[in-house]
């Protein structure tokens, strides 16, 4: 099947530094990267996506890089806050169109204050 | 308040027993789908719906079966063949690429 992987597994910052977490896939037909953030007991939820006739798009203190050629896209969160905590997902589409997508193994990000 | 429901939040199952989780959504989402989630892991789909009356299997549907009646609902029935059950139920239901979860239920073997 298609592997998507995270990198890291886990990371630990200091309030206000920056987060940056790391998706690859295997699927070259790959047109859309959504990331999910998901808080404990609850479900995910969409955060920032992007389309591959992007190359970064930004919302506020978070950011998606996306390099296509290498096949992998990158969350980036600056002035990271305690409610930063939380499980990240990247979930590329595989091929380029339709609804499969195959979520990563998640990665668990901690605020310290 | 449109959003995405599931019910019960907890829920206890016995051995050799059925037992079905609810999904409801009022958002008017075409596609509906149901993923396990077990600790510390990723979302694996176990069936989806694009349409009323028509669903697919996803990675893991042994042991689990679907209908789609009603644009609204998407029940999932863990059937006594699935011999792992205790996991992290989420549906979830969209219109275009992005996909709206509801908040889960978490599913126990007694």
């Known amino acids: 099947g298609e592997n998507v992987e995270q990198h890291p597994s886990t990371l630990s910052v200091q309030e206000g530094d920056s987060a940056v977490i790391k998706c690859t896939y295997s699927?070259?037909?790959?047109?859309?990267f959504p990331w999910y953030k998901q808080e404990l007991g609850k479900g995910p939820q969409l955060i920032i996506d992007?389309?591959?006739?992007?190359g970064e798009k930004k919302d506020q203190r978070i950011a998606v890089t996306l390099n296509k050629t290498a096949k992998h896209f990158s969350l980036h969160i600056t002035e990271t806050q305690p409610e930063d905590s939380a499980v990240y997902f990247c979930?590329?589409?595989?091929?380029?169109?339709?609804?499969?997508?195959?979520f990563g193994p998640g990665t668990r990000l901690s605020v310290l204050p | 308040d449109g959003g995405i429901t599931q019910s019960p939040k907890y829920l206890f199952r016995k051995e050799g027993q059925n037992v079905t989780l609810s999904c409801e959504q009022n958002?008017?989402?075409?596609?509906m789908y149901w993923y396990r989630q077990d600790p510390g892991q990723g979302l694996r789909l176990i069936y989806y719906?694009?349409?009323?009356?028509?669903?697919q299997k996803g990675d893991i549907a042994e042991g689990y079966s679907v209908s789609r009646e009603k644009k609204e609902s998407f029940p999932l029935t863990v059937t006594s063949a699935q011999k792992n059950p205790t996991a992290f139920y989420l549906c979830?239901?969209?219109?275009?690429?992005?996909?709206?979860f509801g908040p889960g239920t978490r599913l126990l073997v007694l």
């Open positions: 979830a239901s969209s219109i275009t690429e992005t996909q709206y």
């Open positions: 699927d070259s037909a790959s047109n859309y």
């Open positions: 992007i389309r591959s006739n992007v």
């Open positions: 979930a590329p589409r595989m091929g380029n169109y339709g609804q499969n997508f195959v």
């Open positions: 958002l008017n989402h075409d596609a």
């Open positions: 719906s694009q349409i009323v009356n028509d669903f």
